[in-house]
């Protein structure tokens, strides 16, 4: 099993920037890729970005390609998502997940932290 806890949302006027943490504990050694994702109010679950735990390859959605950028320290074991150039349209819960090497999907989720752009 793996705990994920994220932290670092809050009230963020547009164009500003926000640093999310999430930190992994239990079988933290069987983590193969971890991610954020983001969920507004009526709207579907959405994919931003992954990173690879141990070599760090990242991926992003163009909807936060070059405002958003994900990091990790391994000794940590914690998760970053750095999110500049805020937009009232990023207003939502952003949660992190973690999936072992061979799964289809991410079995292992935070409680969420909320988010909110003002305009």
């Known amino acids: 099993q793996v705990q994920l806890v994220e932290s670092g949302g809050g009230l963020v006027q547009a164009g500003g920037s926000l640093r999310l943490s999430c930190v992994a504990s239990?079988?933290?050694?069987?983590?193969?890729?971890m991610a954020w994702f983001r969920q507004a109010p009526g709207k579907e679950r959405e994919f931003l970005t992954s990173?690879?735990?141990?070599?760090?390859?990242?991926s992003y959605a163009d909807s936060v390609k070059g405002r958003f950028t994900i990091s990790r320290d391994n000794v940590k074991k914690t998760m970053y998502l750095q999110m500049n150039s805020l937009k009232p349209e990023d207003t939502a819960v952003y949660y992190c997940?973690?999936?072992?090497?061979?799964?289809?999907?991410?079995?292992?989720w935070g409680q969420g932290t909320q988010v909110t752009v003002s305009s």
């Open positions: 997940a973690a999936r072992w090497s061979g799964a289809s999907s991410y079995a292992y």
């Open positions: 239990g079988r933290t050694s069987s983590v193969y890729r």
């Open positions: 990173i690879q735990w141990n070599i760090g390859t990242t």
